[in-house]
């Protein structure tokens, strides 16, 4: 199957005239996988097709645009394809891209997660996948995440010491999607919690879809306080931070499994929770796929996760698209 | 005896790094302490915490280096180390920590592992039996049948341990001595004393907790830890009125004990070098002093100037000079200090306590000593570096008037002024992934000089040097940023950039490399400035650098040396500077 790689990050199907995350203005049928930045276009000539939360939350963040819409699970036909959304467990509105067509089957993941996000649609794989591209940010064996159950409780356990402690609870998680997953976690203390004014609007998705975020209202810094804050970390040097006096800072991020995280950060809690699939986790999924070939992008070193599916027997190869560090 | 189980000490040192705040860490590792029945295991907890496998003083190693254990591990968990191991390693930045998530993660290594709960005493052990065997084949062994009785928090613990390194936990041996003094109610200016003469953490502990303290005594002719200074620029110091200044020489670091016609001389690390410097030897003995101790330089001093460190090199590791190279590199010792006296320590007296004692000593036996100074302002500061560097100088030391002689760096106490060799601008041409606490980070920088209108060259940057540091965490993280956009190509852990960001860099010296591209290497070189204000077109060429090297050595032969120092005309193998 041919495609090629398109600007910094998506690839193009030319012979199909479907691009995945693509930001060429010259492909008919543009997917996006989920609203992150990353993956979306950054020029609104470009006209895309995605989910209905993703659309939202493309609008909010200001892409102006045609976006179409299309359900999970809901086949899109074209003459020579078939494309169909599955939930990829990364955020709220995440899909992975399937395309049917003569030559076979290809999955495009996006970012994903499995075992999926709580504050997301789930995850579900199709049947038949030929050809697998895969993103591997986690792509290596240090990397093994505990479950959601852990993590959670170990986000709301950080907030009830502090708050016993008479401080004010800090999370700093990226403002769409890690934000307000935390959001959800922390939800059963009941306790008011305060969000970033960028991430703020977005929580409206995820309330609409029925995830429960809590008694949350936006940052404002005379009642601040008393709540729990949720915010991205490059608010860390900022007014917002300072001004709060007592205080106990967590960090939540598939990097902050890295012990060196600590310092850099200067926070007092590392939480690994991750929005992406850790190593073995990718592994196991591909013994469930068994694709004909895999292509990994996102790497931090595409040789190691190549080497092990190399191992196991896989046809695979690197798209080395991209040096990336986002969330 | 569950508290000196090894575990223990491995979940306290953990908590103590999860611990914010000095006050903190120090809670929790006395608590640690006092829970410690044993006073063995004290010792070593003690030990373990601040220096490592082994005593600092004891000299002694595991010998067991960095490749060896990541060639173990990678053995351990099956793996191919050159594509799996290190890949991992440059991701968390430490050999120990991607050894501790393998070995939790990695099934093959976790088949091997049936953790047995060792005491603190079991693992010393371990290390001893290490440092015994001299094969590295019985060595892989030892240390695979090791890590196969140890949880992997415990296996990291171990090899930080045994490396005689830091364990990373934010917790240095200042604050282990405030957690011993806590843990057993003793006078913490007692318990530093204590560490001060004993040199050993584990020592002092052990008198902690058998109340004492009061046995230890500084004897003479054993080596007293050095107090260091830490390196600023000129910029940092905010209250000049609380430093004496004084001229740094470019020698080398000395500590004379005394005793009535008995001398001995010791080096940095605690060595004798009595044995190198005869003609002081000569000169201390004959002085015949009460009990006394002293801190200073060794210089070569010929013609009534401080000669280049070079030359004292000629002297520096030589046993037994013969009389030529006496006469060639005669060594003068400049002193600073003073830490005992008439059987008296002074070392907890103010800075300007001791230089009272010391001055007038030196000005009665005609032994050479620092002038110290005040500056007023930052530009008799400046005023000051040009006069000591045009001497010939190193720069300038200011030591903070009310402060004691403690070891190791304190860092408002002594601060070691340098100026920059010069500085230039320089694009940055590659990254390379940090280690330690920058892992996982660009951090260190290879950067390059201008050779675009340069027949000698075909491209048009070459490297100069490489940089490591002088930028603050804000300036590294957006420069983290803003390499992806100029990335072009990764191998491992360095990304190749076209140029982009133009960083005014500072330098101590310019030195002729004729290895390199340019032919020129810089020393020490660290940001002053990331210029985003400039392009790389800006950046200046390798003919400003030639132009800068020029004029250093025609510097070096102008230069009159060595008039930082209060000379009461002694010097024992210069028979013209005697009046």
Redesign the interface.
């Known amino acids: 199957m041919k495609f090629e790689k398109s600007g910094y990050h998506g690839i193009i199907l030319s012979d199909y005239g479907i691009g995945l995350d693509s930001s060429s203005p010259n492909i008919e049928l543009n997917l996006i996988s989920h609203a992150h930045a990353d993956h979306v276009p950054r020029d609104r000539r470009v006209s895309v097709i995605t989910t209905e939360s993703t659309r939202r939350f493309m609008e909010l963040r200001g892409f102006r645009g045609e976006i179409k819409t299309l359900g999970f699970l809901e086949p899109l036909e074209t003459e020579q394809a078939r494309i169909t959304l599955y939930p990829a467990g990364h955020i709220l509105g995440s899909a992975m891209i399937y395309v049917e067509t003569d030559e076979g089957n290809l999955l495009y993941t996006g970012d994903f997660r499995t075992p999926p996000s709580p504050a997301s649609e789930g995850f579900q794989l199709p049947q038949n996948v030929d050809y697998f591209i895969t993103e591997a940010t986690f792509g290596?064996?240090?990397?093994?995440w505990d479950s959601h159950e852990v993590i959670f409780e170990q986000i709301r356990n950080f907030a009830s010491r502090t708050l016993d402690a008479g401080e004010t609870p800090i999370f700093f998680g990226y403002n769409q999607g890690k934000a307000q997953e935390i959001m959800h976690a922390l939800s059963p203390l009941n306790h008011p919690i305060q969000i970033h004014g960028a991430g703020y609007p977005l929580c409206q998705v995820y309330s609409d879809h029925g995830i429960d975020l809590g008694p949350y209202d936006k940052y404002n810094k005379d009642t601040v306080a008393d709540a729990i804050l949720v915010a991205p970390s490059s608010v860390q040097?900022s007014a917002m931070i300072r001004n709060i006096r007592n205080k106990?800072i967590a960090y939540c991020s598939g990097?902050a499994?890295?012990?060196?995280?600590?310092?850099?950060m200067i926070v007092?809690?590392l939480i690994p929770l991750s929005d992406h699939v850790d190593?073995?986790e990718l592994l196991a999924l591909i013994k469930t796929l068994q694709p004909r070939h895999t292509w990994v992008t996102h790497s931090?070193?595409p040789?190691?996760i190549l080497?092990y599916l190399r191992e196991l027997g896989y046809s695979a190869s690197s798209l080395d698209m991209a040096?990336?560090?986002e969330d | 005896m569950a508290n000196s189980s090894f575990f223990e000490f491995c979940k306290t040192a953990q908590t103590i790094a999860e611990s914010r705040g000095n006050n903190a860490k120090i809670k929790r590792c006395a608590h640690y302490f006092a829970t410690l029945e044993n006073h063995d295991a004290l010792k070593l907890a003690a030990q373990f915490l601040g220096e490592g496998a082994f005593s600092s003083v004891s000299g002694q190693r595991a010998s067991v280096g960095y490749r060896t254990v990541a060639l173990c591990a990678s053995e351990f968990c099956k793996m191919d180390y050159d594509l799996v191991f290190r890949a991992c390693r440059q991701a968390t930045g430490s050999a120990s920590e991607t050894i501790e998530k393998l070995f939790s993660n990695i099934p093959e290594a976790q088949k091997q592992i049936n953790p047995t709960l060792p005491d603190l005493k079991q693992i010393s052990l371990w290390f001893e039996e290490l440092a015994s065997l001299r094969k590295k084949d019985q060595k892989n062994a030892l240390i695979q049948k090791i890590w196969s009785q140890l949880h992997p928090i415990e296996t990291k613990y171990f090899i930080r341990i045994m490396g005689q390194g830091s364990l990373r936990i934010g917790f240095e041996s200042k604050s282990i001595v405030s957690a011993l003094a806590k843990a057993f109610n003793q006078d913490l200016n007692q318990v530093r004393y204590v560490h001060m003469i004993t040199g050993s953490l584990g020592k002092t502990a052990r008198m902690c907790a058998s109340s004492t303290l009061d046995h230890a005594q500084f004897r003479l002719f054993h080596p007293l830890a050095f107090m260091l200074a830490s390196p600023i620029e000129s910029r940092a110091v905010d209250d000049l009125s609380q430093y004496k200044a004084e001229e740094k020489f470019d020698g080398m670091r000395c500590q004379v004990h005394i005793s009535g016609t008995k001398a001995q001389l010791f080096s940095r690390d605690l060595n004798d070098i009595s044995d190198s410097f005869p003609e002081l030897l000569t000169f201390f003995q004959g002085l015949n002093l009460p009990d006394s101790v002293l801190d200073g330089e060794i210089c070569v001093y010929k013609d009534k100037t401080i000669r280049p460190f070079q030359e004292l090199q000629k002297r520096m590791g030589v046993k037994k000079p013969d009389s030529k190279i006496l006469l060639k590199y005669p060594v003068t010792f400049i002193a600073y200090d003073i830490l005992h006296w008439n059987g008296e320590s002074l070392f907890e007296k103010e800075l300007m306590e001791r230089r009272k004692t010391l001055e007038d000593i030196c000005q009665k036996h005609k032994i050479a000593f620092t002038r110290q100074f005040d500056v007023a302002n930052h530009e008799e500061l400046e005023q000051a570096f040009d006069d000591a560097l045009s001497r010939g100088n190193e720069g300038l030391m200011l030591k903070h008037k009310n402060s004691s002689y403690e070891y190791g760096q304190r860092k408002k106490s002594w601060l070691k002024v340098k100026k920059p060799g010069g500085s230039l601008d320089t694009v940055i041409m590659y990254a390379h992934a940090g280690s330690g606490k920058r892992g996982g980070t660009y951090s260190d920088f290879t950067l390059g000089i201008r050779v675009a209108e340069d027949d000698r060259y075909e491209e048009e940057f070459i490297p100069i040097g490489k940089s490591y540091g002088g930028y603050t965490n804000q300036e590294l993280k957006k420069i983290n940023q803003e390499i992806k956009i100029y990335a072009v190509e990764r191998f491992g852990p360095t990304l190749s950039l076209k140029p982009g960001i133009v960083v005014e860099v500072e330098f101590d010296d310019i030195q002729i490399n004729r290895r390199t591209k340019a032919g020129y290497t810089l020393r020490l070189p660290r940001f002053r400035a990331i210029r985003w204000d400039l392009s790389p077109k800006d950046c200046d060429s390798l003919s400003v650098v030639e132009k800068m090297m020029e004029k250093k050595l025609q510097k070096n032969l102008d230069i009159s040396l060595g008039k930082g120092f209060i000379q009461p005309g002694y010097n024992t193998s210069d028979p013209d500077t005697h009046e």
């Open positions: 290596l064996p240090i990397y093994k040097e106990r990097w499994s890295h012990e060196s995280r600590r310092q850099q007092d809690e190593f073995f931090p070193n040789k190691v080497h040096l990336k560090e």
